[in-house]
């Protein structure tokens, strides 16, 4: 039999969706509802109007409609960079003698590197659509910052990120990537916003944190006329946004006539997992068709593997809304993990209610194993792997040697979100032998746990 | 009238090309023979044997045939991260108000970041084809050394990269992608070689350079059984495999019945140039059709503008066979310019001969004005492009902007050869104002000229 499929599958301009998808309208249990951080009920569109754009706070609480129409200046952009390739695994399949059929959705080819981009236009376009003059941000590692600027850029929005002191200073890449489109880049803690004179006044010589930058970014927000803060992960808005991922990903398989059974995909805040498998588990609520869905998680940092489910605070710094979900606690410090767009405390409410809900399962993986695979990946497939995305190639190779093992010719899809060039200290960890795993003790979890809130 | 031509065109894996192109077969003035090193007489192909692969050595010397078969496994490996998307690039087209149509073909779309691998793969099939263990080659920045180490590891045939030791200690994230690829990286000039021993003898302290880090690469393949020396760029061997990008742009062209005016590429070594406009140039020379072709050049290093068309080294190190070419003499310091790919004192001896012909034209252009494009494409068209690629995407700008004075409705196409992800601290100087432009005096380019070898 001739071999039909291509090695990758590529959607003209006519197939590529014209709206997201919000798995929320088909859920039977919704996501319990989020809430405002002072008062500790329902948050309103007009209270969460106060922190984001309007349009996005109303996609935030949308759980009716389905489907929401993607705008035309969004579906131009995302002409620039997608649709991104849907590769069938030729020779990973080859090299692990497996019959089953591997495929994965590629994010990296970009110049942000990742998936971000997807979400990063979506939130510059309505900042600019409602007349604001520009947004603000944090950043870690420099990939959600390095996209919210490519989006700005493009739009003429002013971008101001809060980056993380000691990757402002370790990763003068990242930065500079910023700075080339034209955002200004502040290492936080700063001397512009209150909250980071105090922090610098408490602590004299920190390297900042996320918590401390997510704070600042929201006060520049507040503090000036025309601004709002834009986030890049665990929202339901960002999620929704993200769903292009998977409406390609289902569109290029139709297209071939291929149905998966196993689909794959990391989870940190649960925005590219839940955007790449929402269609997918949007039809096995509705009874069309069934799948395993699995979500993988650094062992390190497990919050729907060993996590409580219950109301907390999606940022450390305790500004943004409360959301319920699977959670480890705010206070929760994850170890000095490489997979940093993995080391977040909790996980985004529509995946945390489909887990609970038994639509999709979670598995825990090491560190060192992920880095194994990912090197395996990267040598027959040709595509250096984010440490991130490397989790989902982890248990996608280990589904295919199952199938090697029984003889069954599944089909496998996994998310590979994006690239690793700015993870190249941990790789070189890895090739020196010298990468540790690390598993949080039951003791280490409590003390996180303990720094739930009471929410009745 | 509405749009038809997509943002991206890809070609469908049918319509991927299934030879190269050597146009020598079409000139009507050849490129000069070129030389052994030893004797200066024309080098034969058993000569040439001894330092390349044999298959290589013919496609090295071959006048005659124009269309060379791709060997099934490297189609297959194309496949991986080709075809290349032919952007139009409508945002920049808007951004400069010109009724010029601009089509940019994009190779840095693979974890090498340049069209390099489109070499690697030939010449490391071509080694393993012919039963040997491994390959060793130089690097500078670590391009061409990722691309081969991509290339071998898909292979599992050995390959071993001699870094210039600056590179090694400041650009340790290409050293690891090399390494994660299953590439040695070895510091040059290192005490493995006796060039090596040598020159940390003579010159203890020294940072290395090109030139030894290719006489080590040479002397280690001789050394070892099963071993040949492979080079990235400036040969007509890689200059053929790189036409791929020439003919994956012209088939996409005519799917879409475009007819370019005016084809731009950068020039270092001249091989992806080469590569890009051989088709068109070839019709060229057919009377078939009539292009524009311009190479761009950096002022810094300006080899077919203000050089000598001369027999020539084509490494520092006098180990490869002699070519005539446009040449500013092996002895011709660069200033250094950031744009490390193209800062080489010789020419491809086919681009040269395309020159002397009039084939295609060749304008230099400063550094400054190059990021000042690159900064310019990148915010409106998503991509942050390597300093060498942006010599093409100034020249394309100043065209476009000639056509908005003239209204005239150009169509232009560009090379655009990589990702500038590791030249940050070019563009973080750039971004800080404390760049300078270098153009190099007449008596500058005389201490070059002198060291040109006699060759009757």
């Known amino acids: ?80 960079y997608r649709p991104s390739p849907l590769t069938r695994a030729y020779c990973l399949e080859k090299a692990l003698g497996t019959p089953a059929k591997i495929y994965y959705k590629f994010e990296g080819n970009n110049t942000s590197g990742s998936h971000k981009l997807n979400s990063a236009i979506a939130q510059a376009y309505y900042a600019k659509q409602q007349g604001l003059k520009g947004v603000t941000t944090e950043t870690g590692a420099g990939q959600w910052g390095t996209a919210l600027s490519m989006a700005c850029a493009y739009l003429d929005l002013d971008c101001q990120v809060y980056m ?33 004179k105090k922090i610098n006044r408490e602590f004299p010589g920190t390297s900042g944190s996320l918590g401390c930058a997510i704070s600042e970014a929201v006060e520049a927000a507040a503090a000036q006329e025309g601004y709002r803060y834009v986030l890049g992960s665990v929202l339901s808005q960002v999620l929704i946004h993200q769903t292009i991922i998977g409406l390609e990903t289902k569109i290029a398989l139709d297209k071939y006539n291929v149905k998966p059974d196993i689909i794959i995909g990391c989870a940190g805040g649960g925005s590219n997992l839940g955007g790449l498998i929402s269609p997918f588990a949007g039809e096995k609520i509705l009874g069309k068709e069934d799948y395993r869905i699995i979500a993988v998680e650094p062992a ?148 996180g746990f303990a720094t739930l809130p009471k929410v009745e």
Chains 1, 2 share one sequence.
């Not at 990757?167 to 034209?182: A, L």
């Not at 767009?341 to 060192?368: F, N, W």
Request: proline residues 6%.
């Open 1 to 80: 039999m001739s071999e039909k499929i291509p090695y990758k599958i590529y959607l003209t301009e006519s197939e590529m969706p014209k709206q997201w998808y919000n798995i929320r309208a088909h859920m039977n249990n919704k996501p319990a509802p989020i809430l405002n951080p002072q008062t500790l009920k329902p948050i309103t569109v007009d209270e969460l109007s106060e922190i984001f754009c309007r349009e996005l706070a109303i996609q935030e609480l949308d759980e009716t409609n389905a489907y929401i129409d993607i705008p035309k200046e969004i579906q131009d952009f995302y002409k620039m």
């Open 164 to 196: 993380v002191k000691v990757s402002y200073e370790q990763k003068p890449f990242r930065r500079e990537v910023m700075r080339t489109f034209g955002a200004s880049v502040t290492p936080s803690p700063s001397m512009t916003t209150n909250v980071g």
């Open 300 to 447: 390190s940092c497990p919050s729907l593997t060993r996590g409580r489910y219950a109301y907390d605070y999606c940022d450390t710094g305790k500004v943004c809304p409360l959301a319920k979900m699977y959670t480890l606690g705010s206070g929760f410090i994850p170890s000095s993990s490489h997979s940093g767009g993995l080391r977040y405390h909790g996980m985004s409410s529509i995946v945390s209610q489909l887990y609970d809900d038994g639509i999709i399962e979670a598995t825990s993986v090491e560190q060192t194993s992920v880095f194994a695979a990912a090197t395996q990946f990267a040598r027959v497939e040709g595509i250096l792997p984010a440490p991130e995305s490397s989790h989902a190639i982890k248990v996608a190779i280990d589904e295919a040697l199952k199938c090697k093992e029984t003889g069954e010719e599944k089909t496998i899809v996994f998310g590979l979100t994006g690239t690793g060039y700015f993870d190249m200290v941990a790789y070189q960890r890895f090739n020196d032998g010298d990468m540790s795993d690390y598993i949080p003790t039951d003791e280490e979890l409590e003390k």
